[in-house]
């Protein structure tokens, strides 16, 4: 497999990444293209359980990630270890996603559309809003973070942005032959789903059928796609 990273999936939590890009990434990842996963929190509040303590919820996810990953044939997964609900657009965080885009050279970063209407996960609006100032124009700036310049960390320029769960879609992704598998990924995430119950299973077939409407494939995950201009 070529060295050079495809894609890097930056994720909220574990288990969004599954719900919005699992099915793609399994295409890319079978043709033989890298695909690399970071995870911003822990995910330590993701639990109705009254008896489940926070550090050991973060323990399970993190497993049920790395399983997730391993069917979908990720590459590789980092874990930036924000606790659940507790993003900030920080000079921490963005110079940690800077560090990672620079440390495995993307062509393609997808992560959640932080201009989602209305309701939509704080986290997520974060991550997504970070994410972008970090491919543009923090990890394209040489004197942005000069330190990691002494760490051997090179500015890169990202090709193209994917924002999943976005109101203006403008690409979709052919998901009909990894589609069961994608389901498969989910259902690692036992914490959040435990057994996916057969509605749940159909509503998110019928959401990928939608989101392939007027394409030649039969399922698909939808993304606003944006082409970045140097």
């Known amino acids: ?35 690399v996963y970071v995870v911003c929190t822990n995910g330590d509040k993701g639990t109705d359980d009254i008896n489940m303590k926070p550090e050991e919820l973060v323990k399970i996810r993190q497993k049920e990630q790395l399983a997730a990953a391993k069917l979908l044939g990720v590459s590789k997964v980092e874990f ?34 932080p201009y989602r209407k209305y309701m939509w996960h704080r986290d997520h609006r974060i991550a997504g ?43 979709r992704s052919d998901v009909t032959d990894t589609f ?23 509503r998110m077939r019928d959401w990928a059928r939608m989101n392939a409407e007027g394409e030649d494939f039969k399922l698909a995950e939808a993304f606003h796609r944006v082409h970045m201009r140097y």
């Open 1 to 35: 497999m070529n060295n050079q990273t495809y894609m890097m999936v930056v994720t909220p939590h574990p288990d969004d990444a599954e719900f919005g890009v699992a099915g793609t990434v399994l295409r890319l990842t079978r043709e033989g293209k890298k695909v």
């Open 129 to 171: 809003q970070v994410v972008l100032d970090a491919v543009f124009p923090y990890a394209r700036d040489r004197l942005s973070y000069p330190d990691l310049l002494e760490e051997g960390l090179q500015p890169h320029k990202v090709r193209e942005v994917w924002l999943w769960a976005s109101d203006e879609i403008n690409y």
């Open 80 to 113: 930036m270890g924000y606790p659940d609900q507790g993003l900030e657009d920080t000079h921490e965080f963005r110079k940690g996603l800077v560090r990672l885009i620079r440390k495995y050279r993307p062509e393609v970063v997808v992560t959640a559309d």
């Open 180 to 202: 069961d598998i994608k389901m498969q990924a989910l259902g690692c995430h036992k914490s959040q789903v435990r057994d996916i119950p057969p509605e749940m299973k159909d």
